[in-house]
């Protein structure tokens, strides 16, 4: 079982950045798919990027791609998301969530994630 707290959420203008991050606990960090999903009242929940558990494979929504980056650090139990360009409608709960098996075609989807985080706010100012 793997732990997940997320921080680095906050209050940011139109066009700036913003760095959240993951940190897990439990043994099999390493060998767990890793996503973020986030998520406004009212809205299900929506897959925002994915890496892979060596950290070679990554996957974004089209809403993010270019702006997004996703990174993890196996040694240190760590999984991040680099926010930039950011957008008003990017203001939600942003989740880090983890599982240790998916299939790529079933990764945007979130009752496939076993494990998840409480959710940092991210609002984006206009």
């Known amino acids: 079982q793997v732990q997940l707290v997320e921080s680095g959420g906050g209050l940011v203008q139109a066009g700036g950045s913003l760095r959240l991050s993951c940190a897990a606990s439990?043994?099999?960090?390493?060998?767990?798919?890793m996503a973020w999903f986030r998520q406004t009242v009212g809205k299900e929940r929506e897959f925002v990027g994915a890496?892979?558990?060596?950290?070679?494979?990554?996957s974004y929504a089209d809403s993010v791609k270019g702006r997004f980056t996703i990174s993890r650090d196996n040694a240190k139990n760590t999984v991040a998301l680099q926010m930039n360009s950011l957008k008003p409608e990017d203001t939600a709960v942003y989740y880090c969530?983890?599982?240790?098996?998916?299939?790529?075609?079933?990764?945007?989807?979130?009752?496939?994630?076993?494990?998840w985080g409480q959710g940092t706010q991210v609002t984006v100012s206009s």
């Open positions: 969530a983890g599982t240790s098996e998916i299939t790529i075609e079933r990764m945007w989807f979130h009752d496939e994630y076993e494990y």
């Open positions: 439990g043994r099999t960090f390493s060998t767990s798919f």
């Open positions: 890496i892979s558990s060596n950290g070679v494979g990554t």
